[in-house]
């Protein structure tokens, strides 16, 4: 597995995990169809019956107890809980629209950001409950895997949230928008070759190594370099900063590039 498909997987399993078996009108509440239309193309979105079985065998070959993968459903469940009392994307999406006209933009993330600890709590708290599901190298992955989102975390939350702030007044949404398809072929060109086109028969085991360590490398830098054709220079310089940033404390921290 590529570290990029490593950092997919790892997303994949906290945003789909809490809609494993939810209670009625909580899977309601999430739009499987609009997460699907925002995949890349070559990438498909399991049922929420294929999450469970996959990760019921995942705790099962891992020789986990009995219970594991309860107990990682019901934590699944407090986290996605825990998300949702932290913040609403639609009323964040409005205070982001509406401290623009103002240049109010780092009052709103330094409101986000106050939370980022109850967050890390919370992650910290699935994380550990996972756990059992997973083999003796994937634990060491795991624990760059916090790092590495903590380290997101920090950088999103610098100075209270300015730089992402700085991000959007300097059109820096606009700017992706405007490189969409480009992005989406850098993308293409390191994750393609490790996200299967068909049904996952598994979770796949998540490594990390030289050869994911480049690649790595190589998503950052076609990132960069087509984000610099935008007029404004700061969402390149900024992204080339925040994959710097994550590097730090992932087995790729002294890789170059």
Partial sequence: MALKYLCLALAAIMAASPIVSLPSGVSNQIDVD?????????????????VERLLRDKCSTAGAPDDAFDNARDAAMTFFECGRGLIDINQFQQEVEAAKPT???????????RKRNTLIECVNTFANA???????DEKVVKRSGLDIFKNLLNFVCHKDGDQIALFIAEKGPECFLEQKNDLIACANETFSGYVPETNLEAIPKLVIGPKQCEDFN????????????CDESTPANLVESLFRYIKKGSPCANNSG
């Fill in 34 to 50: 609009a997460i699907r239309e925002r995949l890349p193309g070559n990438l498909s979105l399991p049922s929420l019956e294929e």
């Fill in 130 to 136: 996972i756990d059992p599901c997973l083999e003796d």
């Fill in 218 to 229: 190589k998503l950052q830098n076609c990132m960069v370099r087509e984000l610099e054709e």
């Fill in 103 to 113: 240049g109010d933009l780092d009052t709103v993330f330094n409101k986000y950001c």
